[in-house]
T-cell receptor, first 118, second 113 residues
Framework: DVKVTQSSRYLVKRTGEKVFLECVQDMDHENMFWYRQDPGLGLRLIYFSYDVKMKEKGDIPEGYSVSREKKERFSLILESASTNQTSMYLC?????????????????FGDGTRLSIL | TQLLEQSPQFLSIQEGENLTVYCNSSSVFSSLQWYRQEPGEGPVLLVTVVTGGEVKKLKRLTFQFGDARKDSSLHITAAQPGDTGLYLCAGAHASSNTGKLIFGQGTTLQVKP
């Protein structure tokens, strides 16, 4: 089974702090994603990466950055945390098909990090 | 921005009842995935539909992809308390080569015993 592990289940930080959320997957997947989940808004994509050192902005990248130095690890960074970044953060991974079109591939999710910014 | 509209947002029913969740868009998707998420866990894939008009069954769950590949539905027959959870639809755009999905807002289902 694919395992996507997020480093923390719960995290409490203060405004202005730099916050790191870590995600590791063990299935050699090329694609990795960071979402935030808020009630009534579904999953909103923050950033994704389709290869090591490659990253692309999602729908709500403002206030966030990412790092992918190794294939299995994708980090989300809140440069200066603010209260409106209090949310559930979900990491996911998926494989790439040989033709580079991955639309049918399922995403495998971690159990999430509930982040509170005080 | 492509959107996926899910309805209803909340559903509370008694055990044994039937229900349908809808996922609609004005955009064409090359595939539609349905996920279920339980409290404290990440979403887990239930099914992927790819062909317009396709119907897939997973025990008491029936998934349909619209002929024009703009909409999908999830029908649950004789719901049970174990079906309780958040159901999410997610679409893949034909031009996507990175596995990027667009998610609906989700439908929270509560099945009471």
């Amino acid at each position: 089974d694919v395992k996507v592990t997020q480093s923390s289940r719960y995290l409490v930080k203060r405004t202005g702090e730099k916050v790191f959320l870590e995600c590791v997957q063990d299935m050699d997947h090329e694609n990795m994603f960071w979402y935030r989940q808020d009630p009534g808004l579904g999953l909103r994509l923050i950033y994704f990466s389709y290869d090591v050192k490659m990253k692309e902005k999602g729908d709500i990248p403002e206030g966030y950055s990412v790092s992918r130095e190794k294939k299995e690890r994708f980090s989300l960074i809140l440069e200066s945390a603010s209260t409106n970044q209090t949310s559930m953060y979900l990491c996911a991974s998926s494989p790439t098909t040989g033709e580079r079109w991955s639309g049918n591939q399922p995403q495998h999710f971690g159990d999430g990090t509930r982040l509170s910014i005080l | 921005t492509q959107l996926l509209e899910q309805s209803p947002q909340f559903l509370s029913i008694q055990e044994g009842e039937n229900l349908t969740v809808y996922c609609n868009s004005s955009s064409v998707f090359s595939s539609l995935q349905w996920y279920r998420q339980e409290p404290g866990e990440g979403p887990v894939l239930l099914v992927t539909v790819v062909t317009g008009g396709e119907v897939k069954k997973l025990k008491r769950l029936t998934f349909q992809f619209g002929d024009a590949r703009k909409d999908s539905s999830l029908h649950i027959t004789a719901a049970q308390p174990g079906d309780t959870g958040l159901y999410l639809c997610a679409g893949a755009h034909a031009s996507s080569n990175t596995g990027k999905l667009i998610f609906g807002q989700g439908t929270t289902l509560q099945v009471k015993p």
